[in-house]
């Protein structure tokens, strides 16, 4: 079976750093794409970083010039880089991998969504 499992969350505190690590797993035929996304308290999920199997990236505005996104593609895992970390930080971040996977000669394109890991950012 496919499993996406993120590691890394934590408390630290403002201006610290923090380093994401998500690891798909399971007949990946190829990686599409990866990104993470968050959710705080009361609010939607929303995207905060994106890395597609050309390597182009994506950023929420958010979160550009301090968060660094980057995949290793021989591992079949993505990083997310987190620096300068503000209070508003603070989230459930979550895992996604768009994937092809086969089960016998049947492929399937979906997406698939990792637990989540809650960094908190306060002083």
């Known amino acids: 079976q496919v499993h996406v499992v993120e590691s890394g969350g934590g408390l630290v505190q403002p201006g610290g750093s923090l380093r994401l690590s998500c690891v798909a797993s399971?007949?990946?035929?190829?990686?599409?794409?990866m990104g993470w996304y968050r959710q705080a308290p009361g609010n939607e999920r929303e995207l905060v970083a994106v890395v597609t199997g050309g390597s182009s990236t994506k950023y929420a505005d958010s979160v550009k010039g301090r968060f660094t996104i980057s995949r290793d593609n021989a591992k079949n895992t993505v990083y997310l880089q987190m620096n300068s970390l503000k209070p508003e930080d603070t989230a459930v971040y979550y895992c996604n991998a768009d994937l092809t996977t086969r089960s016998g000669t049947l492929w399937y394109r979906g997406d698939y969504w990792g637990q989540g890991t809650q960094v908190t950012v306060s002083s």
């Open positions: 399971g007949s990946i035929s190829s990686i599409n794409a």
